[in-house]
């Protein structure tokens, strides 16, 4: 079997302001922005990479979790050094980079700055959209060998 993920649904209490976190801010492409009347609305949105997955979000879908509820959505880049300073002069609101062991899950674990020899998987940031969901930018120069 080969499958792919390709949206994942995220829970926010205001679409609009979502949306401009996510396109204006972000600079992330607007896929999808759909109306049903006056109780639905769905807004699909694809990161900048040459990644295929999307998030959706909107207004009306039946969703279970809460806006801000999501934790650790993560974002690759090759260099989080440079990716780092591009959100902060775009506005995000974004830890400084750090490394250490499971640091994207525990805060007390994390040391300062990149991974001191810069290996794949172990340099991170992090941020909220405005409704506190969690996302964690991971730096990726070279995949390991089971992923293409």
């Known amino acids: 079997m080969h499958v792919n993920l390709e949206v994942v649904t995220i829970p926010v209490s205001d679409v609009d302001r979502a949306m401009e976190f996510y396109r204006d801010r972000l600079g992330w492409r607007l896929d999808l922005d759909i109306e049903v009347g006056d109780d639905v609305r769905v807004v699909q949105l694809t990161p900048t990479g ?8 909107g207004k009306g879908l039946p969703i279970a979790a809460a806006p801000g509820s999501m934790r650790h959505l993560e974002l690759v880049t090759s260099d989080i050094v440079a990716t780092r300073e591009e959100l902060v002069q775009r506005g995000v609101d974004i830890t400084e980079v750090y490394h250490g062991p499971g640091s994207p899950f525990w805060p007390e674990a994390r040391q300062p700055g990149p991974d001191p020899e810069r290996q794949s998987y172990n340099s991170h940031a992090s941020f909220q959209d405005p409704d506190g969901n969690g996302w964690t930018l991971q730096e990726v120069t070279t995949r390991r060998e089971a992923r293409s």
Do not use: A, C, P, W
């Not at 040459?50 to 979000?57: A, E, L, M, N, W």
């Open 50 to 57: 040459d990644g295929h997955t999307s998030i959706v979000f």
